[in-house]
């Protein structure tokens, strides 16, 4: 069984979409999915700086739309038949609701232009920040959060995990870190995944309300707890719920074990998840799809498994 992966916030980098746009049919599709979005997502995409590309409003749009153009690309023809599922990695669930046919294209960038904003609001309400913890002992890390006030944020499995709060106590943890552990400060706008983005929630409620939903049309996980979801306005509803909840892409990947998974396709801006992926699933096959040229790898693993 092949999954699809699709990445979230942190995997974008400047020009990342440029070989992408060599192509006259990928050029007019991200020009739909930036009118959807309201975003100029060529320019985003090409020659927009890191410091442009890393503003939460502009990140999110523009990974969901480098993920549609990758599926539009890998699953033309018979090749949908031979996916057995999908999922995503925290605004990646967006991606992963399109391609499982439970959001529109055109939908799902209103919804990730709407999320961008909101949690870009909602972030600079406080000051937060984010780390990435690397070996710690779960039990010890969490023990340590608590007393803190910080909160994880994501359970990436591999060993790594993303807690979230107040600059001060992220400064403490780095200084005075779980014994065998690395601690990684992310620049990243705030504390996303936590409490800090309530706000958000509430905004993102009332959109979803107004947004028709189809049920998943191959199997597809949340980032919520692991479990396939069936019914595409509950995917919608813990769509809105995850952007203060933990991303538990650890129990995704348990998820993919258990259903027999033979090998990993990562759309673009691909690699962070099929990294996890040689530690967390360890013999499953990937390939992660960053340019057009990748995608004759995809293609192929694709038809090994039919």
Request: aromatic share 4%.
């Amino acid at each position: 069984m092949i999954v699809i992966v699709c990445p979230g916030q942190g995997s974008q980098t400047p020009g990342f979409l440029a070989p992408w746009l060599a192509e006259a049919r990928f050029e007019e599709h991200l020009e739909r999915l930036s009118d959807a979005a309201g975003l100029d997502l060529l320019t985003h995409g090409t020659t927009s700086d890191a410091d442009t590309i890393r503003d939460t409003a502009v990140a999110q749009p523009l990974i969901v739309a480098a993920g549609l153009l990758t599926l539009g690309a890998l699953l033309a023809g018979s090749n949908r038949n031979r996916v057995g599922g999908i999922a995503g990695h925290s605004v990646g669930e967006i991606t992963a609701a399109a391609g499982a046919g439970v959001l529109s294209e055109k939908d799902a960038m209103t919804f990730v232009s709407a999320r961008g904003r909101a949690m870009a609001t909602a972030a600079a309400l406080t000051p937060t920040g984010m780390s990435a913890v690397i070996g710690a002992d779960e039990t010890e890390l969490l023990a340590q959060l608590e007393t803190l006030g910080l909160s994880p944020a994501n359970f990436n499995g591999a060993g790594q995990i993303v807690v979230a709060g107040e600059p001060a106590a992220l400064t403490e943890l780095g200084a005075n870190p779980p014994a065998r552990a690395r601690v990684i400060p992310l620049q990243v706008a705030g504390a996303f995944h936590t409490g800090y983005m309530r706000p958000a929630v509430e905004s993102l409620t009332a959109l979803a309300a107004t947004i028709s939903t189809a049920d998943p049309s191959i199997a597809l996980w949340t980032n919520r707890d692991g479990r396939q979801v069936d019914s595409g306005r509950e995917f919608l509803d813990l769509l809105v719920g995850q952007v203060s909840s933990p991303v538990r892409w650890d129990l995704c990947m348990d998820a993919f074990s258990g259903a027999g998974v033979t090998g990993i396709i990562e759309l673009a801006p691909a690699g962070a998840l099929t990294g996890l992926a040689k530690r967390g699933l360890k013999g499953v096959p990937t390939v992660a799809v960053k340019t057009p040229d990748d995608l004759a790898a995809a293609h192929e693993l694709l038809n090994l498994d039919a």
